[in-house]
């Protein structure tokens, strides 16, 4: 992926954003890793190389796991999307649509309590930049999560 992973001009992006879409690239690669030892180990006859390369996998599935827990850090919404998908039995299909449905909940209780604990959404003066980010014209300020 190189430094093509982003799709805007990336001295435009704030921070937060560029660790973001490192995040994200890491996180597909340890995907990608995590499959290449699947096939690796799908063909290794010699059982000593096959425990190494199962360690390593290990390893790698670690990291996807870390990756994706630093970037649900970033986005609680995903938080509420994956608890609903996650470690549960039955139709994985069903819970996802459950979890869309929390996930619009979560995000309308959202805009509730924001409207209840700081201004009028989107208060006057502020204008929308990105997804749960707002810039100040004037008014009041919030950066990625809601306060009062």
């Known amino acids: 992926m190189g430094f093509d992973q982003y ?25 990608e890793a995590i499959g290449w030892y699947e096939q690796r180990l799908a063909v290794e006859p010699n059982a000593q ?8 996998q290990g390893e790698e599935f670690k990291h996807f796991g870390m990756d994706l827990e630093f970037l649900v850090r970033q986005k609680p919404k995903w938080r509420v999307a994956l608890q609903d998908i996650l470690f549960k039995q039955g139709d994985i299909v069903a ?4 979890a869309e449905e929390d996930e619009q909940q979560e995000g309308q209780a959202q ?11 989107p208060p006057p003066g ?23």
């Open 7 to 31: 799709h805007e001009p990336a001295n435009e992006l704030p921070p937060e954003t560029r660790t973001f879409a490192r995040m994200i690239a890491s996180l597909t690669e340890e995907a």
């Open 49 to 56: 190389a096959r425990a190494i390369m199962a360690n390593a």
């Open 95 to 98: 819970h996802g649509e459950e």
């Open 111 to 121: 805009q509730v309590f924001l409207e209840k604990t700081c201004c009028a959404w």
């Open 126 to 148: 502020v204008r929308l930049h990105a997804p749960r980010q707002i810039v100040r014209d004037s008014h009041c300020v919030m950066r990625n999560l809601p306060h009062g």
